[in-house]
């Protein structure tokens, strides 16, 4: 009912991204405290994505494309790329 809380978005979503699984996508929730639903919508999109992963597997290295994101919180205090 009251969706993903506070904590739980840090410890589900952002600390994962930030040792390296990269591509987390929620697929479904509880409903009601009981079940689990699963959002069709997001299925799609995360079939949409391993189908890129696939073909990005399949390039040639010199035919891929890279990009580096680099963690820098809290601004400007020289934290860039330590993830502290």
């Not at 639903?37 to 597997?57: D, G, M, N, Q």
Request: hydrophobic share 45%; aromatic share 4%; charged share 25%.
């Amino acid at each position: 009912q009251k969706g993903v809380q506070g904590l739980q978005t840090v410890v589900l979503y952002s600390l994962p991204e930030l040792d390296g699984a990269i591509d987390t996508l929620v697929l479904g929730g509880l409903v009601d405290g009981e079940r689990i639903t699963i959002i069709p919508e997001r299925v799609r999109k995360l079939t949409r994505r391993l189908k890129a992963w696939v073909r990005l597997r399949k390039l040639q290295p010199t035919d891929r494309k890279l990009a580096v994101l680099v963690y820098g919180f809290p601004p400007s205090v020289g934290s860039i790329a330590t993830a502290a």
